[in-house]
């Protein structure tokens, strides 16, 4: 199996388990508040991390500097699932999950900002196409 294809289908994986991360999030809102999903969901990243974590204790050095990049990446997730969970509160799964992947435009802006990276005219077309899948569940 060649690692082109090893590639896609993880990538494939991954397009599957987001798309279906909003269901049970949005199940679970029904019946407590926010806050507390939040809570559960980092329990059990923390719970599945752990044994990673484990593995490599010897083989990351420490410092402040890590220590505060940590800290704001830790705070930047519960900001993001508390606004996951208000959207889903307000809104339907289906437009979390298609305004979520917009992520691809800001993804491609930032990688030509800082990276340099040189945005083709078919990269730039799917953006149109991605702006306008947005726009016409919009207006559903």
């Not at 939040?38 to 991390?49: C, D, E, Q």
């Not at 410092?63 to 997730?77: H, Q």
């Not at 979520?100 to 435009?105: A, L, N």
């Amino acid at each position: 199996m060649s690692d082109q294809f090893k590639g896609l289908s993880f990538a494939l994986l991954a397009t599957l388990g987001g798309g279906l991360y909003a269901i049970p999030y949005r199940l679970s809102l029904e019946t407590v508040a926010p806050l507390t999903v939040i809570w559960g969901v980092f329990l059990w990243a923390l719970l599945f991390s752990l044994p990673g974590a484990w593995l490599a204790r010897h083989q990351t050095k420490y410092s402040w500097k890590i220590g505060r990049i940590t800290l704001l990446i830790s705070l930047a997730g519960l900001l993001g699932n508390y606004a996951i969970c208000q959207a889903l509160n307000r809104a339907s799964p289906t437009m979390l999950v298609l305004l979520s992947r917009s992520e691809i435009i800001i993804a491609m802006l930032l990688s030509w900002l800082f990276l340099k990276e040189i945005i083709t005219a078919r990269v730039w077309l799917a953006v149109v196409v991605i702006i306008a899948g947005i726009i016409v569940m919009k207006l559903n």
